[in-house]
């Protein structure tokens, strides 16, 4: 369900910073780690073979572990996945929304077609791959996204990834992540999974809000 949502990518209590690697992953972490909590648009493609899922939803997220995702459109638009870190508590808008379903994290109801879970709001995991193998890390000028100039930094090498938060799926498949940056706010417009040159997933982050004062009481 809400994988990748994915995105990616995205976003968490991050490391301090890489020990090597181009500076523009430096300012990624550091801009980063200021973040408490944030809330965006989020439009998550997934492809399987000949088959792809596209989802919009609505992410909050609160350090260290909890994430609302709303589907917004898309298959089971208007379900809404809540996690605190332990089961997800999944209901529907409208006049059933006092029924609510409980999931493990990895149950199929509720990861996507690639089996990403709601978990994967937390960009800290994806960036701390990034900084743990920042010596294969690449940056170069993004694609322009919206009149928005973009970074694009490229973790990537022969053989699957195998970064945490992976879904079994892509801890076999995946050989390059890429992350979109604004190169002037250094903030995540996308981010992307590849199997060789085959694209795999794909996250576009809109209207990207940080620290807007989410508490506990916004996540259940």
Not at 199 to 212: A, S
Request: charged residues 20%; glycine residues 8%.
């Amino acid at each position: 369900m809400v994988g990748g949502l994915t995105a990616a990518l995205l976003l968490a209590a991050l490391p301090a910073g890489a020990a090597s690697g181009p500076v523009e992953l430096g300012m990624l972490d550091a801009t980063w780690a200021k973040v408490n909590d944030y809330q965006a648009n989020i439009v998550a493609d997934e492809f399987d073979a000949d088959t792809r899922q596209e989802r919009h939803f609505h992410f909050s997220y609160l350090r260290p572990d909890h994430v609302k995702a709303e589907i917004m459109d898309g298959p089971l638009r208007g379900m809404v996945a809540i996690w605190n870190g332990d089961k997800v508590i999944v209901f529907h808008h409208g006049i059933i929304a006092s029924v609510r379903v409980a999931f493990p994290l990895h149950d199929h109801v509720v990861t996507s077609p690639r089996g990403n879970t709601v978990a994967s709001a937390d960009f800290g995991e994806a960036l701390a791959c990034f900084d743990a193998h920042a010596e294969f890390v690449r940056a170069h000028e993004g694609p322009e996204i919206d009149g928005l100039q973009t970074t694009e930094l490229v973790l990537g090498g022969d053989s699957p990834i195998a970064c945490p938060g992976y879904s079994d799926r892509d801890v076999a498949a995946v050989t390059k992540d890429a992350l979109v940056v604004d190169a002037h706010t250094d903030l995540p417009l996308r981010h992307m999974r590849y199997a060789g040159d085959t694209l795999l997933e794909e996250w576009d982050i809109h209207n990207l809000r940080v620290n807007t004062g989410l508490t506990l009481a916004d996540f259940r």
